[in-house]
T-cell receptor, first 112, second 115 residues
Framework: QKEVEQDPGPLSVPEGAIVSLNCTYS??????FMWYRQYSRKGPELLMY????GNKEDGRFTAQVDKSSKYISLFIRDSQPSDSATYLC????????????FGQGTTLQVKP | DTEVTQTPKHLVMGMTNKKSLKCEQH?????MYWYKQKAKKPPELMFV???????INESVPSRFSPECPNSSLLNLHLHALQPEDSALYLC??????????????FGPGTRLTVT
C-alpha cells in the first residue's frame, strides 16, 4: 500500500463547476500538507500549504485536512479552462528529513 | 519573488557525454533539492542540500553527481547516462530543510533525453 493514494483520473468537468480533488494517506505522523499544480511539461507550482487539520482558503481554492480520517481535499470553485492541469498532493512531517511524499497526481480537464 | 530558474530547458545527450544541469534561486533559501520526474508520475527526490552540504542522497547512481557551489546555485553533473535516465529534472528550494519539508518552490525543469 502506498503512503499517499490519489486517483489519477482523468477528471473532466464543465467550466464553472466546483472541483473536488482528494488524497488519502496512511502515516498518521504527517502534519504538513501541500497541493501543487503542474501544467504539461512545466514544474509544479505550490498552490496551498497547510498544517494539521482544518481549512485554508485562497481565492477560488480551499484546502481541507481531516487528520482523523487521514484525508485531504482541494476544492476549486468556478473552475476555468486555465485550471486544466495535474494536481499533486504532498505531505511531510514523518521523520526529520523534511522529505515530501507525493500522491500520483490527478489530471483535471475543464471544458469551456 | 518565488522564482527558481533552471538551464538548459532541453538537453539531448549521448550515453558517453558529460553534461551539467544548473539551478539558481535568489530567495535566500538554504535548502535546495533535485527531483526526477517521469511522464505521468510524481517527482522523485534525488538529493537534498542544506546550507550547501549534501544532506540526503536517495541512493542515486553515481552517474549523477550533485554540487552546491554556493547558497544560490545547485548543479547536477551527468556522466555515462542510460536511456532510462531520460526524464524531467526539477530543482526546488525552501527556506530550510526541516521536518516540515518547508514550502518547496520548483523550477520549470530540464527535459533530458539520453540517446
Amino acid at each position: 500500500q502506498k503512503e499517499v493514494e490519489q486517483d489519477p483520473g482523468p477528471l473532466s468537468v464543465p467550466e464553472g463547476a466546483i472541483v473536488s480533488l482528494n488524497c488519502t494517506y496512511s502515516n498518521s505522523a504527517f502534519q504538513y500538507f501541500m497541493w501543487y499544480r503542474q501544467y504539461s511539461r512545466k514544474g509544479p507550482e505550490l498552490l496551498m500549504y497547510t498544517y494539521s487539520s482544518g481549512n485554508k482558503e485562497d481565492g477560488r481554492f480551499t484546502a481541507q485536512v481531516d487528520k482523523s480520517s487521514k484525508y485531504i481535499s482541494l476544492f476549486i470553485r468556478d473552475s476555468q479552462p486555465s485550471d486544466s492541469a495535474t494536481y499533486l498532493c504532498a505531505m511531510s512531517g514523518a521523520g526529520n528529513t523534511g522529505k515530501l511524499i507525493f500522491g500520483q497526481g490527478t489530471t483535471l480537464q475543464v471544458k469551456p | 519573488d518565488t522564482e527558481v530558474t533552471q538551464t538548459p530547458k532541453h538537453l539531448v545527450m549521448g550515453m558517453t557525454n558529460k553534461k551539467s544541469l544548473k539551478c539558481e534561486q535568489h530567495m535566500g533559501h538554504r535548502a535546495m533539492y533535485w527531483y526526477k520526474q517521469k511522464a505521468k508520475k510524481p517527482p522523485e527526490l534525488m538529493f537534498v542540500y542544506s546550507y550547501e552540504k549534501l544532506s540526503i542522497n536517495e541512493s542515486v547512481p553515481s552517474r549523477f553527481s550533485p554540487e552546491c557551489p554556493n547558497s544560490s546555485l545547485l548543479n547536477l553533473h551527468l556522466h555515462a547516462l542510460q536511456p532510462e535516465d531520460s526524464a524531467l529534472y526539477l530543482c526546488a528550494s525552501s527556506q530550510a530543510q526541516s521536518r516540515t519539508g518547508g514550502e518547496q518552490y520548483f523550477g520549470p525543469g530540464t527535459r533530458l533525453t539520453v540517446t
